[in-house]
């Protein structure tokens, strides 16, 4: 196992934790272990950076870590907004229909990779899908630190509500791009 597969699998083990944190606090937002697991959800994310460094600089890209980081990332951000609809500060701000919006995107773009790489035809993150994870990374935690301690101030209420909307739509408009992506390519192979 590679340092960076190394670095991928403690990223899964700290979301469960963070997963577990999250579960435990729910009705009462519980402010100790939402500050815990704010914590939790930047270590992986900085884990995230850390891990595709080391596989770049000492060559360690394995197609094992390939897929186990994209999967480590999408546990992490579509678990968070689901676990996010049972924290009454969050459920307030987040309606349902846009973690859906996001779950959908993920499981879309999950399926048109895999079959164009079934394919042959190499389909990787876009510029879009690289600014929307690190939109959604930056809006999961700062969810997760308004509901530990911002949820009584009025302005960053909004100021959250207005995040979940740029998430949304970034989400939404990075499938889109990859969808026609997608589409231009399958056209030219004939898939």
């Given at each position: 196992m590679t340092v960076a597969n190394k670095i991928t699998f403690g990223r899964f083990v700290l979301t469960i934790v963070y997963f577990v944190l999250l579960g435990l606090c729910g009705r009462q937002a519980d402010s100790t272990l939402l500050y815990i697991a704010f914590f939790l959800f930047l270590a992986s994310v900085v884990g995230d950076g850390l891990d595709g460094y080391?596989?770049?600089?000492?060559?360690?890209?394995?197609?094992?870590?390939?897929?186990?980081?994209?999967?480590?990332?999408?546990i992490l951000i579509c678990g968070s907004f689901v676990f996010f609809l049972a924290i009454p500060p969050l459920a307030a701000v987040l309606p349902a229909w846009m973690v859906v919006v996001i779950i959908g995107r993920e499981f879309l773009v999950t399926g048109i990779r895999s079959v164009a790489e079934a394919q042959g035809i190499p389909f990787g993150a876009s510029g879009w899908g690289?600014?929307?994870?690190?939109?959604?990374?930056?809006?999961?935690?700062?969810?997760?630190?308004?509901?530990?301690?911002?949820?009584?101030?009025?302005?960053?209420?909004?100021?959250?509500?207005?995040?979940?909307?740029?998430?949304?739509?970034?989400?939404?408009?990075?499938?889109?791009?990859?969808?026609?992506?997608a589409r231009r390519l399958f056209k030219a192979k004939d898939i």
């Open positions: 080391y596989a770049r600089k000492y060559k360690q890209e394995t197609n094992f870590g390939r897929i186990a980081d994209l999967f480590a990332d999408k690289k600014t929307k994870m690190v939109v959604q990374s930056f809006v999961a935690a700062t969810a997760v630190f308004y509901a530990a301690h911002m949820s009584h101030i009025e302005w960053a209420t909004w100021t959250l509500r207005g995040l979940m909307w740029l998430t949304m739509v970034v989400t939404a408009f990075s499938g889109v791009l990859y969808v026609i992506e």
